[in-house]
């Protein structure tokens, strides 16, 4: 029905910024239908937690960890969403998901990995 790639992540020194793409492709009844999409992120040994949300009217929900850091948008025409992650902390470290929520089904990437050091 639908996939989601990301694309972005990478090893960056505390401070840095990296841009993550989340590029959503298949049937195009499902992609018109797509509600709200986002970033999640995932540590080993802990839950996966939202990180941003942005509807397909550009209203956007940040984690309270990163607000002022980061930027979510979506561009509807090209079906992507993006993260703009800049003063990254070493914390930020995580395997990042973009996530596409249809009327039915939940989409899932398979995870870019993002690593900070110190």
């Known amino acids: 029905q639908v996939q989601l790639v990301e694309s972005g992540g990478g090893l960056v020194q505390a401070g840095g910024s990296l841009r993550l793409s989340c590029a959503a492709s298949?049937?195009?009844?499902?992609?018109?239908?797509?509600?709200?999409m986002g970033w999640y992120r995932q540590t080993p040994g802990k839950q996966r937690e939202l990180v941003a949300t942005?509807?397909?009217?550009?209203?956007?929900n940040y984690a309270d960890s990163v607000k002022g850091r980061f930027t979510i948008s979506r561009d509807n025409a090209k079906n992507t969403v993006y993260l703009q992650m800049n003063s990254l902390k070493p914390e930020d470290t995580a395997v990042y998901y973009c996530?596409?929520?249809?009327?039915?089904?939940?989409?899932w990437g398979q995870g870019t990995q993002v690593t900070v050091s110190s």
């Open positions: 996530n596409g929520k249809g009327t039915v089904n939940d989409y």
């Open positions: 942005i509807t397909r009217g550009s209203n956007t």
């Open positions: 298949g049937n195009i009844v499902f992609l018109n239908l797509m509600g709200v």
